[in-house]
């Protein structure tokens, strides 16, 4: 099966907003595969992509005449490259008032989410999509056999799609989209000081953020840094975690922590060139980090939510990885990369557990085995230890799912 054969699980959130919004809008970085995921959802309506030159000038030079010829409504991809067509839009979408006319796709949020945002307020859901979960890649077995390939590939499309080396296809992704798009947003004159960058970024990633460090390893003013991390962020290369702030009568750390969405292009970063580089590379427990966070982030984002993620750590150094909002209660969630259980995996969540008290809800410990092989336990529910749940690498998912 290839990669763009793969069902989507944001897809029938995208189905639920369509009954009740003239337009959604679909984000999320290039080639996660809002496209595909577009022309399948509307499969039934025409298709045109306004990065197409000619279709582009169609549009600027007769809105009115272009978004006449689908009177059914159609998927309009890349439109922030037309951003002028979006108050047509909202004459269009207004006069004719049934629900799902447009699904407009866009993969640069600086200039479209402003655009939209003030054009088609109350007239568009947001929906993003990022690269493929573990949950999608095992659905139609396609998850890489081990952890440290699962790691080393990450989940952008073509490299399921195409059969693509990670090596090569990464290395092109990010001379192509990441460095394009930043030379658009930014107008960045240096761009080898802001390859350094990135890459100082990637050593970072499951780190407190250090916008001082970072300008002073690379060279550049601390603005500099905060302006490049804000398009990283824009591009959806990074996301910045941000601290939970029930504080305990505990003093708590302020800074946000950086992770990346997608391990396969943090390894590429890292200088990583095969998965066997992983087993005893001094990043791995921070790259398996972020592959946990990014996926957890994926499973909100699928439910067609906002992520609703945190972390906690106070100021003697206590910390749990993610705690995720769950109604007015707080899901705890521990990270830990190795293989086999240990009494010591458990000691931060019984700490802030006892902290919380009936704030906590379902404790989770998440491991580097698969599918929590320690505890040998089948079933629909996750093996408990100790009071906590826990799960395997490629279980995550569940975690927020239950």
């Known amino acids: 099966m290839s990669g763009s054969k793969i069902k989507r699980d944001i897809e029938s959130s995208l189905n639920v907003l369509l009954e009740g919004f003239p337009i959604v809008t679909l984000t999320g970085p290039r080639q996660s595969g809002k496209t595909t995921l577009a022309r399948t959802v509307f499969s039934h309506k025409p298709y045109v992509s306004l990065e197409d030159p000619d279709v582009r000038r169609m549009a600027l030079d007769d809105p009115r005449g272009f978004l006449a010829a689908f009177a059914d409504g159609a998927v309009l991809d890349e439109v922030q490259r ?4 979006l108050s ?5 979408v207004d006069a004719d008032g049934r629900m799902g006319l447009f699904l407009l796709t ?32 095992e659905s139609c077995g396609l998850r890489p056999a081990s952890l440290d390939e699962m790691l080393f590939a990450g989940g952008y499309p073509p490299l399921y799609d195409r059969g693509l080396a ?6 092109a992704y990010v001379t192509a989209y990441v460095e394009r798009d930043v030379r658009q947003v930014l107008k960045v004159q240096d761009m080898e000081a802001f390859q350094r960058f990135v890459q100082l970024c990637a050593g970072r990633s499951g780190q407190i953020l250090n916008l001082s460090s970072l300008a002073t390893d690379c060279g550049i003013t601390h603005n500099t840094a905060r302006a490049w991390i804000s398009v990283l962020e824009a591009s959806y290369i990074l996301f910045l975690l941000r601290p939970q702030h029930t504080n305990f009568n505990k003093r708590l750390i302020k800074s946000p922590k950086l992770y990346f969405y997608d391990t396969g292009l943090l390894c590429w970063l ?5 998965a066997g580089q992983l087993a005893a590379h001094p990043l791995r427990g921070a790259i398996f980090e972020t592959l946990v966070v990014s996926e957890l982030v994926k499973t909100r984002f699928n439910q067609g939510e906002r992520a609703g993620l945190h972390f906690w750590r106070d100021s ?8 995720a909002e769950t109604g007015p209660r707080l899901l705890p969630i521990e990270i830990k990369s ?4 240990n009494r010591d995996f458990f000691t931060g969540l019984q700490r802030w557990q006892a902290l919380a008290g009936d704030l906590a809800v379902s404790p989770s410990l998440v491991y580097g085995a698969t599918a929590a092989a320690d505890l040998a336990v089948a079933g629909p529910l996750p093996p408990v230890h100790k009071g906590i749940a826990v799960y395997g690498w490629n279980e995550v998912h569940r975690i927020l799912c239950a």
Do not use: K
């Not at 037309?82 to 067509?85: D, N, R, S």
């Open 338 to 341: 190795g293989q086999t259980l």
């Open 88 to 92: 047509y839009l909202q004459t269009r």
């Open 316 to 323: 003697n150094g206590n910390e749990v990885d993610v705690i």
């Open 106 to 137: 866009g993969s640069q949020q600086f200039g479209l989410l402003s655009g939209v945002t003030q054009s088609l307020a109350g007239r568009t859901a947001f929906v993003e999509l990022l690269p493929f979960s573990i949950h999608e890649l």
């Open 270 to 274: 890292l200088g990583i060139r095969e």
């Open 82 to 85: 037309a951003p002028e067509l």
């Open 166 to 171: 990670p090596r090569s296809w990464l290395s």
